[in-house]
């Protein structure tokens, strides 16, 4: 920091520390008419430096979102899920980056931001479906928190998203199949060549387990004894290898019971997993046995994703395909059905509150409305 006297009046030199992204010094420099006493330039440079400990300050820069998003990426993702890391950088790199380019953050307004939620309004993916609003949300909240890193870094000072309005939620039809379809669905699979195949579909059906959860199952996580299976972890894909995490949520961490036949099925497959291994492929660890693994890899949920569509197809089953986390929906139907409570619905599904279980499936409860409304016919 500095004042140096001018001919005509005083310099103000101002140092604002290094940039961590340009690693080069930032600072503001003032002269000429807009300081003429050394009062002035005292003033201003209080100014500049109150304003600079208060985040207040917009400082000269050319950074663009790229530049930012790298700098999150590299101080701000250590504590991150690996799944929830890749999905960002999707976001950032499919989205985003494209459209602004090398924009400098201090060129984008709010205006720009409207903008850019009308482009993603119109924006087709490879499959040629648009985005949802759900999605749409999902990428203005990445920006806006870039924004938030932005400032709290002193890069700028003010966040163009902060007046944007979310996009409203457009409900989708849940998809789920009954026990009858079910059913005629396992009637599709060859038990014989691929034992493990009807098993994964019946505890998907059975525990509502999301497909995560399912493919990091090992058989230590079975208790035969207490019919239960303990979920305490996920898996996911990450640049074509399978990562092992913590659950989605805090809750996510529990024990789900099991019925008997399920708990005999599970058995039968654990006593021919290692045989079934050997006569199908040369090496596999047989300490680090998952209770899905129907190879030397670890086992894929889009594996288990693609083979529903197949086996309808292939055998011509009178029933519509659904996506494998249907599963988990169907299991909660079927629990709506026996009349379980909401709140021991929770507890099995892993839900973090029971409003995320009853916004979810709470259509689903017909015949507790119909009960509901008969009892009124008796007051009047």
Not at 12 to 33: A, E, F, N, W, Y
Request: aromatic share 10%.
């Amino acid at each position: 920091m500095a004042i140096n006297k001018k001919t005509n009046g005083y310099k103000v030199d101002v140092s604002l520390g290094i940039d961590p992204i340009t690693k080069k010094q930032r600072r503001i420099r003032v002269s000429g008419k807009k300081v003429r006493t050394k009062q002035q330039a005292q003033k201003l440079e209080a100014k500049y430096l109150r304003l600079h400990h208060e985040n207040k300050l917009d400082t000269p820069s050319n950074l663009s979102l790229t530049d930012i998003y790298e700098f999150y990426e590299e101080r701000h993702t250590k504590n991150l899920k690996p799944s929830y890391i890749k999905s960002q950088e999707r976001i950032f790199k499919v989205y985003v980056e494209p459209y602004f380019k090398d924009t400098a953050i201090s060129k984008i307004k709010f205006t720009q931001i409207r903008d850019f939620q009308n482009h993603l309004l119109s924006f087709k993916g490879e499959k040629k479906d648009r985005l949802s609003h759900n999605t749409i949300n999902m990428i203005l909240l990445h920006i806006n928190k870039l924004f938030q890193i932005a400032i709290r870094e002193g890069f700028t000072n003010s966040n163009p998203c902060l007046r944007i309005e979310k996009l409203k939620i457009q409900k989708k039809d849940m998809s789920f199949w009954t026990v009858e379809e079910f059913k005629i669905f396992l009637s599709g699979i060859d038990k014989e060549d691929k034992p493990f195949l009807s098993l994964f579909y019946q505890v998907a059906f059975l525990t509502g387990m999301r497909a995560g959860e399912m493919i990091a199952l090992s058989w230590n996580d079975i208790d035969f004894t207490r019919s239960e299976i303990r979920v305490n972890k996920s898996a996911t894909q990450i640049k074509g290898e399978y990562v092992t995490t913590e659950p989605k949520t805090k809750n996510s961490n529990r024990y789900i019971t099991i019925n008997k036949n399920l708990l005999t099925a599970l058995n039968d497959w654990k006593n021919k997993q290692q045989q079934y291994l050997i006569d199908h492929f040369q090496s596999f660890d047989s300490e680090k046995l998952l209770v899905f693994q129907y190879s030397e890899k670890h086992p894929s949920s889009g594996f288990f994703s693609k083979q529903i569509k197949k086996i309808i197809l292939q055998n011509e089953l009178d029933i519509k395909p659904i996506r494998l986390h249907d599963f988990r929906h169907s299991h909660v139907a079927l629990l709506i059905h026996n009349n379980e409570e909401p709140t021991k619905i929770k507890q099995r599904l892993g839900h973090a509150s029971i409003t995320t279980t009853i916004d979810t499936y709470g259509h689903l409860y017909p015949n507790a409305q119909r009960s509901m409304s008969d009892k009124l016919d008796d007051i009047i």
